[in-house]
């Protein structure tokens, strides 16, 4: 089975488990799976621009889905709130009003366009991860970069370990299998090198990587006019993106110190809350957390999916709002806790 058969049958396969899960749940059964609340994790929120090829296209949601989220929540009972609040909240007596906390990782200025009004209008408190490389323009976001690379362009020569190969690009399928190539080479190879080896790939072709950053993410003075408004708060996510897993303890904690410095320069309030890169199991780990302990976050987040737990909030899961599944029901499922429960979590 081909990269691309497995993702439509892992996508399909998610699908039908959330309907499954909220067919449950409008039943009135599983109750006990909704847990105390949920936080979700989304990226670029904007109008949906379809693409042929859209390898990315799981992490942006639109400004319409984004209200019918918050409605649909606002009708099953849930109270918003700010992700650092969740320790407190967590310590309560069990038994109160369920809450939602949402989180948008990476500071994409479609946030502040497109997201930001969303949230006002619900008055739902929402916090951005910002990573500061980004927002400096001295970091490319590879993933953004390697969209652009493979749709402008009909051939490739790379080498990943085993010499330069040529790599035929007439058609999504053979992008989305370069895709997953670069991917897992960045991803197995020092993550650093990697990328900055793409980058010149980028530049050879006339792709400059800088530029897609500077327009997609917002700077310092959006990111300070963003904090000022009264439900926005920003929070951490490194300087350079890097699994923190791969690095040695001390870079580590460096990327980590270094961003909480950053957001306190440019709102004068030192985040309490950091969002681990990627957050998967192999980029962030029991060390990152006693890490992010020690350096006085209250709150880190991961991607990997679940319900908040007062004894979790040093590692704490996520529910991903996904841009393949940009239903109603689909909202109320996740925050029902069910698919967890239907995975055997």
């Not at 936080?39 to 889905?65: K, S």
């Not at 950091?274 to 350096?295: D, K, V």
Request: hydrophobic share 45%; net charge positive; aromatic share 8%.
């Amino acid at each position: 089975m081909t990269g691309q058969l497995k993702r439509l049958a892992k996508r399909a396969a998610i699908g039908a488990g959330l309907e499954a899960s909220w067919l449950i749940a409008a039943a009135g059964l599983m109750r006990q799976a909704r847990g105390r609340g949920v936080v979700f994790t989304l990226h670029h929120v904007r109008p949906h621009e379809p693409q042929a090829f859209a390898p990315n296209a799981h992490l942006e949601i639109t400004p319409h889905f984004l209200d019918a989220a918050l409605r649909r929540l606002t009708r099953d009972g849930y109270r918003f709130v700010r992700v650092d609040q969740l320790p407190a909240l967590l310590a309560e007596p069990e038994g109160g009003k369920p809450f939602a906390a949402f989180t948008l990782d990476d500071g994409y200025i479609n946030n502040m366009e497109h997201a930001l009004p969303v949230f006002e209008r619900h008055r739902a408190p929402f916090t951005v991860f910002v990573t500061k490389g980004f927002a400096e323009g001295s970091h490319s976001i590879w993933w953004e970069t390697l969209a652009v690379l493979l749709r402008q362009t009909k051939e490739i020569r790379f080498d990943f370990g085993r010499g330069s190969e040529r790599l035929a690009l007439d058609g999504p399928r053979q992008q989305w299998e370069a895709f997953d190539r670069f991917a897992r080479y960045i991803h197995r190879y020092d993550e650093a090198r990697a990328v900055a080896t793409l980058d010149m790939l980028a530049r050879e072709k006339g792709i400059e990587p800088t530029d897609i950053v500077r327009d997609l993410v917002m700077g310092p003075a959006q990111l300070q006019r963003l904090a000022r408004r009264p439900l926005a708060a920003l929070g951490a996510h490194t300087i350079s993106h890097r699994a923190l897993a791969r690095l040695s303890e001390a870079e580590a904690r460096i990327e980590m110190e270094a961003s909480a410095d950053y957001v306190e320069a440019l709102t004068g309030v030192r985040p309490a809350a950091i969002a681990y890169p990627y957050g998967t199991p192999e980029a962030a780990t029991g060390r990152e957390a006693a890490i992010a302990s020690r350096l006085g976050f209250s709150v880190a987040v991961t991607t990997q999916p679940g319900l908040p737990a007062a004894d979790k909030t040093g590692y704490l899961p996520r529910m991903s709002l996904n841009g393949y599944y940009q239903r109603r029901r689909y909202v109320a499922a996740l925050a029902s806790g069910i698919p967890l429960k239907l995975m055997g979590r």
